[in-house]
């Protein structure tokens, strides 16, 4: 990633709201990063941050920073994904959840939601783990949810794009099942592009063939957020 003056300068200012960590639930630190960057300045900052590190490795943490939205806004909303937060790593323990930004990354690897080989078909252990997630995201309504599909590099790029696209749907569609509205959902594949393990060993692999999602406040949110609700 090519860090532009203006970019590395919104690094800068921003460097207190990026303190996060896997464990990341610490509500003090999340709050007070809301409240001490302006509205218009926590915006902008994320917009640059968003749209650089999505074009990098890892679409659903470019999703999560680019909704920053600061103030005394992003201190409600930070608190409220928090909470989540906290529900999602309770109920998945497996599960790599981070809170970025005004917003929740989650991780799931193989072990967690997992396809039989060259398929889209979801095991039974997957359903079960979605079956948690879903009951999360029902009690939290007001939130969007980015899902995307993610390969090892066994096969051809084109095969692996489409591969993890039916995949990213496959996860909607029985999310959707599950009470949640379509709606909220948005799917993407990115096929083999974005490890996060070598693909040279069979550990790397399982790795790199995993579901993220990226959830942020939605326009009610961020709406009531600003009322101080």
Do not use: W
Not at 14 to 35: D, I, K, P, W
Not at 40 to 53: F, P, T, Y
Not at 122 to 143: C, E, F, M, Y
């Amino acid at each position: 990633m090519k860090l532009t003056k203006t970019y590395i300068g919104a690094l800068f200012l921003s460097s207190a709201l990026l303190l996060t960590s896997c464990e990341a639930v610490q509500n003090s630190n999340h709050q007070q990063r809301g409240t001490a960057v302006g509205v218009a300045s926590g915006a902008v900052i994320g917009g640059i941050l968003g749209n650089n590190v999505g074009k990098g490795k890892n679409a659903a943490l470019g999703a999560v920073l680019g909704g920053i939205i600061g103030g005394v806004a992003g201190n409600v909303i930070g608190n409220k994904m928090d909470k989540q937060a906290k529900q999602i790593k309770e109920t998945l323990p497996g599960a790599e959840v981070e809170r970025v930004g005004d917003g929740i990354k989650i991780t799931m690897n193989e072990s967690i939601v997992n396809f039989a080989f060259d398929s889209s078909n979801l095991t039974s252990i997957a359903q079960t783990n979605l079956d948690k997630l879903a009951q999360v995201l029902v009690d939290n309504p007001d939130t969007n949810i980015n899902i995307y599909g993610h390969t090892d590099s066994k096969g051809s790029d084109a095969y692996n794009l489409s591969l993890s696209q039916r995949r990213a749907d496959a996860v909607k569609a029985y999310l959707s099942g599950k009470g949640i509205a379509s709606s909220r959902m948005i799917t993407k594949g990115e096929g083999e592009a974005m490890p996060v393990a070598t693909n040279d060993t069979d550990e790397g692999r399982a790795k790199n063939r995993r579901v993220e999602f990226a959830i942020t406040a939605n326009e009610k949110m961020i709406n009531d957020a600003k009322q101080g609700q």
